[in-house]
């Protein structure tokens, strides 16, 4: 999922803007459990990325945020009778938990302004919440 609550409060740091999403398709039994496991993990977001992140703070949120979407992703697999859609949709989710540990590789390697670049991309990057609403899963992403 994308950690839409962090993205809005880390946006003036990092001068981000979100692209539109596809339009919805209509849910079908997969898409209504992920739904409901997205809006847990979308108020466990919100808790946890409650108050704006500063620049200085920015590595610590990808590390959270990595997390986060890791143990989304894992109850999100675990959902049974996922269609082609849904399974498009969770790999868009692991490219992009990718995308933001190459963002932590980069900051390890002493790379700063590379971490900035790709954690820009991370944030900016809609295929996951496009991909979940093509699969009828608009509270995912």
């Given at each position: 999922?994308?950690?839409?609550?962090?993205?809005?409060?880390?946006?003036?740091?990092l001068?981000?803007?979100?692209?539109a999403?596809?339009?919805?398709?209509?849910?079908?039994?997969?898409?209504?459990?992920?739904?409901?496991?997205?809006?847990?993990?979308?108020a466990?977001?919100?808790?946890?990325?409650?108050?704006?992140?500063?620049?200085?703070?920015?590595?610590s949120?990808?590390?959270k945020?990595?997390?986060?979407?890791?143990?989304?992703?894992?109850?999100?697999?675990?959902?049974?009778?996922?269609?082609?859609?849904?399974?498009?949709?969770?790999?868009?989710?692991?490219?992009?938990?990718?995308?933001?540990?190459?963002a932590?590789?980069?900051?390890?390697?002493?790379?700063p302004?590379?971490?900035?670049?790709?954690?820009?991309?991370?944030?900016n990057?809609g295929?996951?919440?496009?991909a979940?609403?093509?699969?009828?899963?608009?509270q995912?992403?």
């Amino acid at each position: 999922m994308k950690l839409l609550v962090a993205a809005a409060a880390i946006a003036a740091a990092l001068t981000v803007a979100l692209p539109a999403t596809a339009a919805p398709a209509a849910p079908n039994s997969w898409a209504k459990q992920a739904n409901q496991v997205c809006s847990v993990w979308i108020a466990k977001a919100k808790k946890e990325f409650g108050s704006p992140v500063t620049a200085a703070q920015l590595y610590s949120f990808a590390h959270k945020a990595k997390t986060l979407e890791g143990q989304e992703l894992a109850a999100l697999q675990k959902i049974q009778g996922r269609t082609a859609a849904g399974t498009a949709a969770l790999t868009a989710v692991q490219v992009d938990i990718a995308e933001i540990g190459s963002a932590i590789a980069a900051w390890d390697h002493g790379k700063p302004a590379q971490f900035v670049t790709i954690l820009k991309r991370y944030l900016n990057d809609g295929r996951p919440k496009s991909a979940f609403a093509i699969a009828g899963a608009g509270q995912c992403g």
